[in-house]
Every structure is written in C-alpha cells, then in structure tokens.
C-alpha cells in the first residue's frame, strides 16, 4: 500500500480582495533543498504589509493564488543535505519570501536564528520583519550611538516599539511620536520625549534630530525634514507614498535612505541576543488562531494596535 504524501496546512487566496478572501487549504508538505530547512510554523507573524499585499495595494507576490507571510518561529523538522546550523529539534525563527502562513515552511537555513530559550513563539514571530527593519535602519545605516538624537514615528506600531528599543539599546536619545494613551507604553520601552502628533505639528516642537525613522509616509516625510540637523538623514520604511523624493531632501541639505528588510540569521541572532537578555521585548497586542487570520487581517485593518499581531498554529 502506498504511503500517503505529507501535508501542510496553509492560508491562502485566489484573489486580491478584503479579509474574507484568505481561506485555509492543504498542500502536500514542502521538502528542503539542500540549503534549506523545513520549519514547523508554531506561530506567523502578522506583518501590515501583508495586509496591503492581500488587498492588492502592493502587489509584492504578484497575482493571487498564493500565501502571505513573512515572519515565522518554530521547530526545525528536517534539513537539506548542505546545512550543518540548525538540526531537527531546533527552535528557530526567521524571515521568509511569503508562505509563513502555512504550518510548514522551507526556506534557506541562513534566514533563522536560534529562537531564545526565553521567548515563547508567538513574541519570536512577531519578531523578524520589523527587528530587521529597525536595525537595517539605525544601526547598519544611521549608526546610532551615545549622543545621537533619534525621531521615530508610529513608535507604538510592531516596528516603531522595536526600533525605540534597538535606538536606545544604542544608547541614543529616542524622541516618539504617537497618539497620547501610548506614551505610557513608550516611556516603559525606554522612549525619552513622547509628543502627540494628533493634538500638535511635530515640525514644530521636535529639533536638532539627527535620524528620523519614517514609518508613516505621505506629509510626514517633509513635515520631518524641519526637524533634522543640516546633514541629518531621513530613513523612510513605508511601503506606500513617501511624501518627497531624494532630490527633495538633498535640495535641503539632508540625506535620505529608503529602507527594505532584507533576510539576514546573523543580524537576527544578535536581536535574539538582547531579546534573551531582556534589553529588547516584543510586545504583541493579539494572538489570533491560525484558522482566523482574517479576524487577524480586520483587527490590523483597524489600526491603533501596539506591538504585533500573531497568528498561533494548533500543535
């Protein structure tokens, strides 16, 4: 009698559309290449750039059917011939092209880290894409330190709460701006200066930053540029209109960085490093079972969300 090939369950689409188009659906399990690991998925992250991706807005995945998610953490099941980092048992977490919304996963071996033994999965998950953001940003990039006065906006949301955390990891001086019933929030992550965009222009009060993370766009990014010393930098990491373009910028004497994740196990395991130690925590505002991302998909569809989201695959 023929064996049965395994499965893997997994949340898919066959068309751009609101959060009722994500169905589960079976598939026959993936086998890793030899560069590759199989991940058991214990828990996806929720990233708001799927949510543009489903939607049809950014269209990174090009035409549906396909599967969303990029951030991941589980159990390695079994690697490709050529890996010698990780072996079956492991619990790692990493960042993939897509498909993290499946209960098995294979991408190459050096887009995991080894997951902290103290973070449970669901925080690891909600980890990757936006811990590797921040850091491709302030310190590959910016070079944040002692001395460096930092500005992020949307400090509250799965990537700006990160990116308080690395800054001042760095020790820089971390200014913030959100909504008010955050700030306690950001003062406990380590955020020096809180101001309320939604009651006061920014531009106005906020002087003399030296980077400035953009995860808003569209007037954010001039209204930003009049708080930056000359020769201050501009990071902007949204996926939408940025508001201004280089020559904007350079015409005012700044400089200016668009920023994109980029895969990395390396980087990863030195954010593990300060998550194990504490220095950085992963706050997640939901933790949706993995049959109900689009109940997942309608809670980040109504904003005012801290931390992640993070759908939770049954064992």
């Known amino acids: 009698m023929a064996t049965e090939e395994p499965r893997a369950t997994v949340i898919t689409q066959h068309r751009f559309g609101g959060p009722e188009v994500l169905t589960v659906e079976s598939r026959f399990r993936p086998t890793p290449a030899p560069d590759e690991v199989l991940v058991r998925v214990r828990a996806a992250g929720v990233d708001p750039v799927d949510l543009l991706v489903r939607s049809g807005i950014a269209p990174l995945l090009g035409e549906p059917p396909f599967t969303l998610g990029r951030d991941v953490s589980g159990t390695v099941e079994a690697v490709g011939g050529s890996v010698t980092r990780f072996r079956p048992g492991d ?115 906020v002087h003399d930053i030296d980077a400035a993370l953009d995860l808003v766009g569209g007037d954010f990014g001039p209204r930003t540029l009049n708080t930056l010393r000359p020769n201050g930098l501009l990071l902007a990491a949204v996926p939408g209109d940025l508001g201004l373009s280089p020559e904007d910028v350079e015409a005012r004497g700044m400089r200016f960085a668009v920023v994109q994740a980029q895969p990395s196990g390396e980087r990863l395991a030195k954010v593990a490093a300060l998550l194990a130690d504490g220095r950085v925590r992963v706050h997640v505002e939901a933790a949706v079972p993995f049959a109900e991302a689009a109940k997942a998909h309608e809670l980040g569809e109504a904003g005012h969300l801290k931390g992640g989201l993070v759908l939770v695959l049954p064992d």
């Open 91 to 205: 619990d790692v977490f990493g960042m993939v092209d897509g498909g993290g919304y499946a209960s098995h996963v294979t991408a190459p071996a050096g887009r995991f880290a080894t997951k902290p033994a103290g973070v449970d999965h669901v925080h690891a998950a909600a980890a990757p894409t936006a811990a590797l953001t921040a850091w491709q940003a302030l310190i590959d990039v910016a070079r944040v330190g002692p001395g460096t006065r930092v500005l992020i906006h949307a400090a509250a949301g799965s990537l700006g709460h990160l990116a308080v955390q690395l800054a001042k990891a760095e020790g820089a001086y971390v200014v913030a701006t959100e909504r008010p019933d955050c700030h306690g929030f950001l003062y406990e992550l380590g955020a020096d200066e809180l101001v309320d965009h939604t009651s006061v222009d920014f531009s106005d009060t």
